[in-house]
């Protein structure tokens, strides 16, 4: 069965698809959590029954998934001639833990063949000596929904590309993507379809964050809903074998697998065989010739895999939610793949952004259809519906002397997104405030180097340990406050002094049309370890904000 709708839950594990904290604890969660299942190993009178007088244990470890299968095939001893056997040792593993094991135990404590879901973990296992001997089967990776969603959104007749299937709007439940090869692969097929680069970057962390954001159950929760038939069940990124799986164990066919345009990535279920202490021996390539044999591979299409030629699973066909015919196969770039799990895992530590917006009179300035105020109001507000609700923010206007002789004014103090505050959470009160903005346009100068040293000084008192904690100051303007104001020089230098690394805070300039001081705000982003963007069209700034985001660590 497909490893989301039997394997429970691992300790240290949220009960949502809550990938940014799981990527935060990634190699924690791998060496202390994790529910391994001793699975085979035949006993003493098995061996004697098949006159074996000399045996040799070998130490397997599979992917969850594979654990009914390999003990079945590895049930009986394995002949190495004469009155001498093998005998498989079986434990069912998250990848994960095995590949943080590798790291960490010492050759004895390691399994002598490995066969995680994925080539990869081979690619991840860095120094670790491991030898590919084959595969025990395979299982192409699609969008699974229930068959009534898949008939509203038109893909029964007309599949998207990967990339439009994430631009849909319906809810996504991704995995863990520290401990899931299924939707590394699946966002990195998204990446690749949208042409990969900046803007394709930027469309994979909205979705992400999105993910994040939305109110979607676990992966396993998506499938029953799937299984359930209704036309809003959200889409998940899984294995063939799942989509067989979830619908056996539920008694239905509504679940089906979308297989997008381009094709798909597979999982391929390699056998590897580990270089350890112990010499290579008769009894390791006995098991390896069991796994990689033809009769695995029929075994395999029996519970629900493709063989390793892309032979359909038993139960393939019309009506069964998986199709017969092997989808063209969609090759990854293996290292795009690990960078892209770089970029993502910058996500893993929670942001509080102290977002800064110039409301002087220039911000009235005509954009399109509407005014740079008004873009800036739209394009927070779009960011913010992205961000989970573990993220924190707050917000600041500023202009000249808008209280007093202080240039800012307080919006909405710095807190958790989830905070309840009056009947109301923090995140909707920052998009009540958002809303404000083209109202609160004021005459005069902007106070842009007073602002900036206040608004750093303020995240610092507000510094969260646990968080990136950050500045995103938009303007348009140049600092015009010579009456009273610090100059750029004694800003910079300031900001260096003040630094504490204890306490890091960056600064995100975001320079809003030609006429903003794009000079200055990078001068300030190096000061402070941060960076600076121009956005010289409407269309421009929400890609700035999500690349800001991407970027922020």
Known sequence: MGRHTRTPARPGTASRPALLAGLAVVVAAALVAGVAWFVSGPDDGTAEAAGCEETETVRVTVAPELGTLVRELLAEP????????????????????????????????????WVPDSSLWAARAGSADLEVAGSLATSPLVLATSRAAADELGWTTDPPSWGEALTT?????????????????????????????????????????????????????????????GADAPLVPVSEQEVLAANRAAGSDSLVAIYPTEGSPALDYPVLRLSTAEEDSAAVDAVVDALTSASAGEQARAAGFRDASGAAPEGAGAGTGVQEQAPEALELDGAAVQALLGRLSSLATPSRLLTVIDVSTSMAAPVGDGTRATLARDATKSALTLLPDSYSGGVWAFAYQLDGER???????????????????????????????????????????DTTLAAVRAAQDAYDPNSVNSVVLITDGTDDDDAAGIDLPVLLDTLRAEADPDRP???????????????????????TGGAAYQALDPEDLQGVLFDAIRRRG
């Open 407 to 449: 240039d800012h004014v307080e919006l909405a103090p710095l807190r958790t997104f989830g905070t309840d505050v009056g009947g109301q959470t923090h995140r909707e009160l920052i998009d009540q405030q958002f809303d404000t903005l083209p109202n609160l346009l004021a005459p005069g100068g902007t106070g842009l180097y």
């Open 169 to 229: 709007g319906r809810p996504l439940a991704v995995p863990d993507l520290a401990a899931s090869a299924e939707g590394l692969s699946v966002l990195a097929a998204v990446r690749q379809s949208l042409g990969g680069g900046e803007d394709a970057d930027n469309a994979v962390v909205e979705a992400v964050l999105a993910a994040g954001r939305g109110d979607v159950p676990t992966v396993a929760d998506a499938l029953a809903t799937g299984t359930e038939g």
């Open 78 to 113: 394995l002949s190495l001639g004469g009155d001498a056997c093998a005998l498989a040792d079986v434990e069912a593993t998250e990848p994960l833990q095995t590949l943080a094991a590798l790291g960490s135990l010492g050759a004895d404590s390691l399994p002598q063949v």
């Open 505 to 527: 805070v960056k600064v995100i300039g975001i320079a809003l049309g030609p006429d903003a001081d794009l000079d200055a705000l990078e001068q300030i982003g190096e000061a």
